[in-house]
């Protein structure tokens, strides 16, 4: 079974930029929810999306929004990119939800400059 | 305050040894508490997974253990493996079934 697919792998853009990041779930899985990762705060929740509706939001600024497809596969976008949004994120599928466990991409790291 | 810590910070141990993480946490009430693995430039990878009613979980050489009381979670690693130098993450599941991390503990196993 394959696992989850995050691409892409490397980003470096420019402040004030929009970047979007894609996953892909394990197949049958329901549930994509998206972490930020930085070395001061570790794995900070952004958001979950489950068949296609956001079901919970992290304490983010609107400039982070998400959406999920029908297929499960999830897109991630940051608008006006800051430098300190410089970091890894990390998509994370499950069956349904977070009372389930919950499996990691390999993350994508983007670089702000 | 971040609702889960995690000590010590980092840690070197010698290959072969034992050695022990602590997360203390304050989310309440949780679902479950889990530890995960993380490799540099990797995804973490779940080792154990445990409810608020379960005291301890095994994976291998990795032993969680829980005490609600407390608040305080374990991971305890036996005979230690240079493969097993990486970052330990703890993470609970909260009120609207949001998870929550602590920052880690870095792990550095030696010969």
């Known amino acids: 079974k394959a696992g989850v697919t995050q691409t892409p792998r490397y980003l470096i853009k420019t402040r004030g930029q929009q970047v979007t990041l894609s996953c892909s779930p394990i197949?049958?899985?329901?549930?994509v929810s998206w972490y930020q990762q930085t070395p001061g705060q570790g794995l900070q929740f952004l958001f979950e999306?489950?068949?296609?509706?956001?079901?919970n939001k992290g304490n983010f600024p609107g400039r982070f929004s998400g959406r999920q497809f029908s297929n499960s596969r999830s897109e991630m976008n940051v608008s006006t990119l800051e430098l300190g949004d410089s970091a890894l994120y990390l998509c994370?599928?499950?069956?349904?939800?977070?009372?389930?466990?919950?499996?990691f991409g390999q993350g994508t790291r983007l670089t702000v400059v | 305050k971040n609702q889960v810590e995690q000590s010590p910070q980092s840690l070197i141990i010698l290959e072969g040894k034992n050695c022990t993480l602590q997360?203390?946490?304050?989310?309440?009430?949780?679902?479950?508490l889990r530890w995960y693995k993380q490799d540099t430039g990797r995804g973490p990878v779940s080792l154990t997974i445990?409810?608020?009613?379960?005291n301890t979980k095994s994976n291998g050489r990795y032993t969680a253990t829980l005490d609600a009381d407390t608040k305080q979670s374990s991971l305890h690693i036996t005979a230690s493996q240079l493969s097993d130098s990486a970052s330990y993450i703890c993470?609970?599941?909260?009120?609207?079934?949001?998870?929550?991390f602590g920052t880690g503990t870095q792990l550095k196993v030696e010969l």
């Open positions: 197949s049958g899985h329901r549930s």
């Open positions: 993470g609970l599941t909260g009120g609207g079934n949001k998870l929550t």
């Open positions: 445990m409810t608020f009613s379960e």
């Open positions: 999306y489950f068949s296609e509706t956001q079901r």
């Open positions: 994370a599928s499950s069956p349904s939800g977070a009372s389930s466990e919950a499996f």
């Open positions: 997360c203390n946490y304050t989310v309440s009430p949780f679902s479950n």
